[in-house]
């Protein structure tokens, strides 16, 4: 059996060497010039040989898939960390909050969760007006969303709060970048990059890919691009009415990507601990450098929701990142290197992560991910049912989950 995989982020090259591992021949298309997707790891430009994860950034606890992919392709993973089990760092009005300033926000929010139960279908942003919430809570509401779901708080779905509004334990990353994972998963498989998919054709006799350059045949194709691409994929014949409804149904984040580099790692370090939350553009802060050498520091941030940046130049963002960094430091910093990645605006995600509210999981992704007539299959971190963060773990099990599918129909 020949398959064609269209995308090759982590679900399509999971897939890919799942259905290769069984004996057929399987081919990649990838649109971009380089595998991953949404996992994206910079590596030039930045001083000491550091680098940033732009795209998926954290490994949470109990995430087994990607950490058994890590072990079979014999990828380290780092230390664990945390960003403050109990009350995070909070940084409002230009300055860094005493513990018991932070902790009252926080207690504020877990009492409210507590009292006033989110209802079905409910948005985060209605059920702050019936919470009746503090300014001050609402807004390390709305930077906490902006780390995950990453939606506006007039979509994000409150049943997904928090009860505890504890920010987890043993976070990890990949030695020495994520990127690593999806680059030794490509390596095993034919990966075409460069081959942006516009037509899939689909038929009980086989399938057909067209790209701008070439038109392949195989006996399946599995889709695994973001869902807002697989709205703007052609297909012939056309996808069913219950599909299209349903992927026109499911939210999605928008998120900007933030990264600096800066020369007084110690103070930036004391400023901001491992990560923060802020109620500047961004709302949410990481130290990317924690298990790097060298002796400058790389920071990460998240404007996500409403809080994305429009109409601004990308060094009138790094400005405004700047600013942030500076009034907690107490002193002017300077910024050696800053970048702005837009995944709403980047032609190949049009979005960051997949946000379903209410009963969605139920009800629209199983028709998302639903195959059809035996010939054309769907995955993607969209067409998982997690619950709450954790695209690159949703994307393996998608990956995993469809490989099954089609080795049923083989």
């Known amino acids: 059996m020949k398959v064609l995989v269209v995308g090759a982020g982590l679900s399509g090259l999971v897939a890919a060497n799942e259905l290769q591992s069984a004996g057929h021949e399987v081919v990649v298309l990838e649109a971009r010039d380089r595998v991953g997707g949404r996992v994206f790891t910079l590596r030039h430009g930045l001083a000491d040989g550091q680098f940033a994860d732009v795209g998926a950034e954290i490994i949470y606890h109990g995430q087994n898939e990607i950490a058994g992919l890590c072990e079979k392709y014999e990828l380290e993973l780092t230390e664990e960390f945390s960003l403050g089990t109990d009350v995070p760092d909070l940084i409002f009005g230009g300055r ?188 949410f802060f990481m130290e990317q450098s924690i298990h790097q050498g060298g002796d400058k520091i790389v920071v990460s941030g998240l404007a996500a929701g409403d809080s994305e940046p429009s109409g601004l130049t990308d060094e009138d963002i790094l400005d405004q990142v700047d600013a942030t960094i500076s009034s907690v430091v107490g002193r002017p910093i300077k910024r050696l290197f800053g970048l702005v990645k837009s995944w709403t605006r980047d032609p190949w995600s049009r979005a960051v992560v997949r946000a379903p509210i209410g009963d969605q999981r139920d009800s629209v992704l199983p028709l998302i991910a639903a195959p059809l007539g035996g010939r054309l299959f769907f995955a993607g971190e969209h067409t998982d049912n997690r619950i709450g963060p954790g695209g690159m773990e949703g994307a393996i099990k998608s990956g995993y989950r469809v490989a099954r599918e089609v080795l049923a129909e083989a």
């Open 96 to 283: 860094r909050l005493e513990r018991e300033a932070a902790a009252e926000l926080v207690m504020e929010l877990r009492v409210a969760i507590r009292k006033t139960r989110p209802g079905r279908y409910e948005s985060v942003a209605q059920w702050l007006r019936r919470a009746r919430v503090s300014g001050a809570a609402e807004l390390l509401l709305a930077a906490i969303a902006q780390s995950t779901p990453a939606s506006p708080l007039r979509l994000a779905d409150a049943e997904e709060l928090n009860v505890e509004l504890s920010w987890g334990e043993g976070f990890r990353k990949i030695k020495g970048g994520n990127d690593l994972l999806p680059r030794a998963m490509a390596d095993r498989v034919d990966v075409h990059l460069n081959q942006p998919v516009r037509i899939v054709g689909w038929s009980p006799t086989g399938v057909t890919v067209e790209s701008d350059q070439k038109t392949l045949r195989a006996d399946r194709v599995v889709v695994t691009v973001p869902g807002p691409l697989v709205s703007e994929m052609g297909f012939a014949p056309v996808l069913p009415i219950e599909k299209v409804r349903a992927l026109l149904q499911l939210r999605y984040g928008n998120a900007t990507r933030l990264v600096a580099q800066y020369s007084e790692r110690d103070l930036i370090k004391k400023a901001i601990g491992a990560g923060c939350f802020t109620d500047r553009m961004p709302g």
